[in-house]
């Protein structure tokens, strides 16, 4: 008896061994791929968000494959339109830049023009002798490589995403007549409706934020034209794409009008970097909030605590799937938790007292 009880507790050690092993060998494998995993957790999401347009085009045309090509490029073209229209202004004001800079040095040098005057405004001149130029010139070299890297990775990032989008979308029905035939009939409706329901909630998620992007960008533009901005529409489109980035998008988008006001002028400037810090607080935390609850058909006060404990523990990932996240745990929820639990009924007034005891 002494021989076989510590049998089993041998047994049962070397099983909890076992399972803390595999555990920690799973999060080192979670940690050395966390970047490909974060890959595909992306192009999931906008696989999820395409397969609609994919599927109802397909009605049309009857090729799977061709469909998914058209969709793609659409998407592709658009957002090369809208870089297009952000860049090619922005390559001609640079050139410009380029060609006025040793004017622009001089006058600073000389406490004259803008930039010297608000130079010698912030006690600020002794940064623009030649000799401390030289210096920041030859600093600027430093992080280029790091710089190139960083542009080389994020290249690599957005290839990989749209790839594995366009795979996951081309091969969607596949892949799902095959999970359907591992389950039965009754799963297998179970996990359409699932799959119908998470896909709206993506699809309106995207939707949402979009129509934020547009409010952000509208107000941007009408502020910059009110002040006089050169190149207001340029920059209001800028932070507007910018904004879709959760957050930090909003940040970068007011970083980059703000400094366009201020080389207009430092009172343009100031209203802007109020502007944006006034916005910033009602798009947070009512903007956001309420489209984004009308979107996904969540209770605000959800939206916003999901945002914020995801933005918390997943950086910008969470962020950008907080909320279809939150969305989609409450599909399961509604699913797998039976009615009868999801609210239970409350008793009502004087119904314990006037129920007769047991046996009475």
């Not at 049998?7 to 595999?22: D, F, N, Q, Y």
């Not at 494998?29 to 490909?36: D, E, N, P, Q």
């Not at 080389?152 to 594995?164: C, F, G, P, S």
């Not at 979107?295 to 997943?314: C, G, I, Q």
Request: proline share 5%; glycine share 8%; hydrophobic share 60%.
């Amino acid at each position: 008896m002494s021989a076989a009880s510590d049998r089993s507790t041998a047994r049962r050690t070397l099983i909890v061994i076992g399972l803390v092993l595999a555990t920690v060998v799973g999060l080192a494998l979670v940690w050395a791929t966390r970047r490909v995993l974060v890959w595909a957790l992306v192009a999931v999401f906008f696989a999820v968000a395409l397969k609609p347009l994919v599927d109802r085009l397909e009605r049309r045309v009857r090729r799977r494959a061709l469909a998914t090509l058209l969709v793609f490029l659409a998407a592709f073209a658009l957002f090369a339109a809208v870089g297009a229209l952000i860049v090619v202004p922005l390559v001609d004001e640079v050139g410009r830049f380029a060609d006025r800079a040793p004017e622009l040095v001089r006058e600073a040098q000389a406490g004259q023009g803008p930039l010297g005057r608000l130079l010698e405004r912030f006690h600020l001149l002794r940064y623009a002798e030649p000799g401390q130029l030289r210096r920041f010139g030859a600093r600027l070299g430093d992080p280029t490589v790091g710089v190139v890297r960083s542009v080389a990775q994020a290249v690599a990032a957005l290839v990989t995403v749209v790839v594995l989008a366009y795979l996951m979308v081309l091969e969607a029905p596949k892949i799902v007549a095959a999970t359907l035939r591992l389950t039965g009939d009754g799963p297998a409706a179970r996990l359409r409706r699932i799959g119908r329901d998470s896909s709206r909630i993506v699809t309106g998620y995207l939707s949402g934020n979009l129509l934020i992007s547009v409010i952000c960008g509208g107000l941007t533009f009408v502020v910059l034209f009110l002040l006089g901005v050169p190149f207001a529409a340029v920059i209001a489109l800028t932070v507007a794409v910018f904004d879709l980035i959760p957050l930090v998008g909003a940040t970068l988008g007011a970083i980059a009008a703000t400094g366009a006001a201020f080389l207009h002028s430092p009172t343009a400037g100031i209203v802007v970097l109020v502007f944006f810090v006034v916005y910033q607080q009602v798009e947070n935390h009512l903007l956001q909030p309420v489209i984004m609850a009308r979107a996904v058909r969540l209770n605000p006060l959800t939206v916003l605590v999901s945002v914020l404990l995801s933005v918390e523990l997943a950086g910008l990932v969470g962020a950008l799937l907080a909320i279809p996240a939150a969305g989609i745990a409450q599909v399961l929820l509604r699913e797998y938790v039976p009615a009868g639990r999801q609210a239970l009924p409350q008793p009502a007034d004087g119904e314990a007292a006037e129920r007769p005891p047991a046996g009475g």
